[in-house]
């Protein structure tokens, strides 16, 4: 079977659609994988519509914060963007071609008289809907010029089943749906027109979006059918939860992908890959390559349930990329966070370090912080836990490193670690009694790389300089 078999020969078109809303949802980025994967998983397109049409928020930053988000995140869509709002036009004309086609009528209700039949409904405990007072009546029987809205004139009877391909299949009665508006009565489109305008107008074959919008799709529906236009194949994904239950939140998460660039010093390919399984499966496989991931992604993998968000998953994928990634660029990366500019040679041995600070990092900013003992200036101002370990004997034993230290001839790890454990030895204690204070002396902190690679990166100058800074009791 080709990896088309299922959509026929029919080109593979998916969407993604985020409203401006300031940043980049990590549910919107999850959402924008899946119709990425799906459209290269089919040797199809995935585009990409910016929904504006709420002037207010839909500033040119808000718009920013998602593009940057999404190629960071390296889901790259075909063509240019789509700005919803600039097809207003478009979407009044669908309108006016319902109603010429009796699909949609225009309703001269009142803002009070919808009112009032809210009040009634509320009262008499019915759902609240449009009642369709103004479906089979003639605009003639209108004040000349009064205001109107254009409704569609929705099927009232029997019901619309939609084979979701991850919800399976749902039914909504059409007696359910009221005559949703379509064109407000100052021309503007609504946006349940607008979506389905645009959808079929980029030639949209599958809609994969949160199942907060499976309702929607009901709504929708009838606008297509209403136009004799193609229906488009839906997956309505569940949404992202906190670990406890509860609907994902900023108060409980970081929900914006700059977030987690930003201030948790997460890689895109781990997010990317933590998106992916997080509602997404392929047999245990947790470590998935994008390509690998384009190969492997049927909507069939997609769970039911909604996912729970886990921080500490998260971080372990991320330590795994650090650890995969290579060294110039986690040091650029590193490089960035520091707050200065790094000198040439500076920048040569922070690269150089990025394979003693690796393995133990499990976000960028652990690895800045563990790069930071590089950059220090003497005489280092240690913190507290580097202070407690220099207390005792520690002062004397650093005296004795000193010397050793400065008698090795070649300063590899191997010569270094031989020295070191020599002056142990010789005063009856374990190599971490020596180690640590060391480390205080070289670091400043308490925790650092392997303190021989620590030795190694610093060299011999700037490595006994340090340990002598220590070696007496500040006045
Ligand atoms: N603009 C909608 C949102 O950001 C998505 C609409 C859709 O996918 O149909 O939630």
Known sequence: MGATSDTGAKQVVTRFAPSPTGFLHIGGARTALFNLLFARHHGGKFLLRIEDTDRARSTDQAISAILDGMRWLNLDWDGEEVYQFSRAARHAEVAREMLANGHAYKCFATAEELEAMRAEQKANKQPLRYDGRWRDRNESEAPAGAPYVIRLKAPREGAVTIEDHVQGPVTVNNAELDDLVLLRSDGTPTYMLAVVVDDHDMGVTHVIRGDDHLN??????????AMGWEEPEYAHIPLIFN??????????NAVAVDEYRDAL????EALS?????????????????????IEWFELSGVGRSPSRFDLKKLESLNGHYIRASDDARLASLVAARLGFELSESQADLLRRSMAALKPRAANLLELSEGAGFLFRTRPLELDEGAKALLEGDARALLAQLHTALDG?????????????????EDAGVKLGAAAQPLRAALTGRRTSPGIFDVLALLGREESLARIADQMTVPA
């Not at 998106?275 to 496989?285: A, I, S, Y």
């Open 265 to 268: 010093g997460i890689l895109p």
């Open 408 to 424: 090795v001839e070649s300063w590899d790890t191997e010569a270094l670690e031989a020295a070191v454990r020599t002056v142990a």
């Open 216 to 225: 929607n799709a009901f709504r929708q529906l009838p606008i297509y059918r």
């Open 273 to 293: 890959n933590y998106l992916l399984r997080l509602g997404w499966g392929h047999g245990d496989d947790e470590i998935i390559s994008r390509e690998q991931a």
């Open 243 to 252: 670990p406890d239950g509860t609907k994902m939140s900023k108060r409980k």
